[in-house]
């Protein structure tokens, strides 16, 4: 329990030292300062906040039928917070405490017993990672999310529909995806980038988003979940109306799982559609890798990942 | 702390542009399309004044239009902060240690840029450490909360060209490699106009009365990408760095 209570404060650290803790800022909820990145239960959101962590929204209501942009496409513009139970913590379901993660659910839908179907060696790996190498924790470095971790990021994000192209603004790290939907094929393999490369297609209502040369830096979450450059990820976004949009992805890597599988969650539209999004200055203030260090026993320090 | 906006307006109408013919195509509601993905072409993130070349890089003329001399009208004591800036540059420059680059300074790194717009926001995305500038084009005023790496933008339309006010700089961000510096109290104004199909024009005068002895104005081209299927890649400064830190254990 203390270790945990130290890691609720490494990521309230952060935010703080990142000056936004004082700012609107989308599907945190009031709650945000108490819980963190690495926060337990939601304490504090209204009734039925638990099921969602600290990242509460509410279910959104039913909304008005969805519109279309200029140039035709399904209308998702607007702020979004995202609901995939406590995937963020660990995208498989985690019914026992790890070191900084207390128990949830993932987001995982198949296999039903919403685990990643890795192979034994990638299993192995995994828990060897959140066991004595949670200082690895991409995030903890201030990278930028790969796919699909962002769908499912901290603090929700703005979605842009210029002609020919998808945006995702996230308020975490302050990054973009910008998802062309020209038709383009991939940029060649030999590229391979934390985000990877994306490109998107309307089928009727759904964006259908493909994701490859990813670099296999990123993790699905905090809890050692890795990925290798051999990911490839179909992500399938539908709105429903104004108001809620379904979301999931297939992932695929024959190197580490023995089979494909899929997450699901949804979008919410958040109530204050006037909001900004605020400068998440990551590198900045960045003092998850001594939290933890000095929290969860982490060897950060001799294995050279702090700088200073 | 600031100057009077009519003595900024009246710097601005002091070096005008050539005479603007050109007529950007419109978007879906009206306004000019500066859409698509661009870049400088020029030495300007490597020293704004009028430079020789050092090892690794280029010379390069000064993208300052006004004063006429083409240098940053510095305080006495400023100029000096510049020449230590200069001197202690490969610790000191900010953006060595992949901090957030600061405006003006995003938009002439050697890093393509993609500008989209809608009604309410143009965004301007820059390749560098996944960089984004949002401008917020509905008439709100910057906010009174904080100040941010990249400060903030409100924007709105005087004809073909984008108007960008920018307010709420950190203090921390420099111009160049040079150390070319400012403090909180800079205000920006940019202005940036298609000034032909594939180039547009940059301008942005910079006041700082801490720092300045005057506002003074930078211009310069960015260049339209026309390759065919041209998009940003990334450029993860602090991932980058890691792995040079632990190489040179």
């Keep these: 329990m203390r270790k945990l209570n130290t890691l609720n404060l490494v990521v309230a650290s952060v935010t703080a030292a990142a ?11 009031q709650d945000k300062q108490k819980g963190g990145r690495g926060g337990g239960k939601g304490k504090g959101g209204p009734p039925g906040a638990e099921q969602y962590g600290p990242y509460y929204a509410a279910p959104a209501k039913a909304g008005e039928p969805v519109g279309r942009t200029p140039d035709g496409q399904p209308d998702m513009q607007g702020f979004w917070t995202p609901r995939f139970n406590q995937a963020i913590f ?29 192979k034994p060696e990638a299993a192995a790996k995994a828990k060897e990672m959140l066991a004595k190498q949670i200082y690895l924790e991409p995030e903890a470095h201030c990278y930028v999310s790969g796919v699909p971790h962002a769908a499912y990021q901290q603090f929700g994000y703005q979605i842009v529909q210029p002609a020919g192209y998808v945006l995702f603004l996230t308020e975490y790290a302050h990054t973009y995806r910008a998802i062309p939907t020209d038709g383009r094929p991939h940029i060649s393999p030999n590229i391979k980038l934390f985000r990877g490369d994306s490109v998107g297609k309307w089928e009727g209502g759904t964006l259908v988003i493909d994701t490859t040369n990813q670099n296999g830096k990123t993790w699905f979450d905090m809890a050692g979940n890795f990925t290798t450059p051999a990911i490839h990820v179909v992500e399938r976004i539908t709105p429903v ?3 809620n949009i379904n979301y999931e992805a297939v992932v695929d890597d024959s190197t580490i799982y023995t089979q494909p599988w899929k997450i699901a969650g949804q979008l919410g ?28 026993g982490g060897k950060a320090k001799e294995k050279g990942a702090l700088r200073q | ?22 007529k950007a195509p419109r978007t879906a509601d009206g306004k000019p399309d500066l859409q698509g993905i661009w870049q400088v072409m020029n030495t300007a993130a490597v020293n704004l004044e009028d430079h020789i070349a050092v090892l690794g890089m280029p010379a390069g003329r000064s993208v300052i239009v006004d004063p006429p001399d083409g240098k940053i009208p510095y305080t006495p004591a400023a100029a000096q902060k510049q020449k230590e800036n200069f001197k202690n540059r490969a610790k000191a420059d900010p953006l060595n240690i992949c901090y957030i680059p600061g405006v003006p300074r995003v938009m002439y790194l050697p890093f393509p840029i993609q500008i989209v717009e809608t009604p309410k926001y143009v965004l301007m995305a820059s390749e560098f450490a996944h960089t984004l500038r949002m401008v917020y084009m509905n ?8 100040l941010f790496w990249i400060g903030d933008s409100r924007g709105h339309w005087e004809g073909e060209t984008l108007v960008v006010d920018v307010a709420n700089n950190l203090p921390d961000t420099w111009f160049d490699r040079s150390g070319n510096f400012h403090s909180d109290a800079l205000h920006i104004v940019e202005r940036i106009t298609r000034t032909e199909p594939d180039i547009l024009t940059y301008e ?9 002895t005057r506002p003074w104005t930078i211009r310069m081209l960015l260049y339209r990408h026309k390759e065919p299927n041209f998009k940003l ?17």
């Excluded at chain 1, 000056?19 to 909820?29: E, S, V």
């Excluded at chain 1, 660990?90 to 919403?114: C, F, L, M, R």
């Excluded at chain 2, 942005?204 to 300045?212: H, I, R, Y």
């Design chain 1, 19 to 29: 000056l936004m803790t004082f700012a609107p800022i989308p599907g945190a909820g």
């Design chain 1, 90 to 118: 660990e995208v498989q379901n985690h019914p026992t405490a790890q070191p900084g993660i207390g128990p949830g659910k993932g987001a995982i839908v198949d296999p039903a017993d919403g685990r990643i179907p890795y």
């Design chain 1, 241 to 243: 109306d104004t108001n």
């Design chain 1, 269 to 296: 539209r958040h109530p204050d559609q006037n909001m900004e999004l605020m400068e998440f200055a990551c590198v900045e203030g960045n003092q998850d890798l001594v939290h933890y260090t000095e929290g969860v």
């Design chain 2, 1 to 22: 702390m600031r100057y009077p906006t009519a003595l900024l307006v009246s710097l601005i109408a002091a070096v005008p542009l050539a005479a603007q013919s050109y």
């Design chain 2, 139 to 146: 008439g709100t005023k910057h906010p009174d909360v904080a």
């Design chain 2, 204 to 212: 942005a005068t910079l006041e700082d009365p801490q720092v300045f």
């Design chain 2, 233 to 249: 890649l990334e450029y993860e400064c602090n991932a980058y760095l890691e792995d040079a830190e632990k190489e040179n254990k």
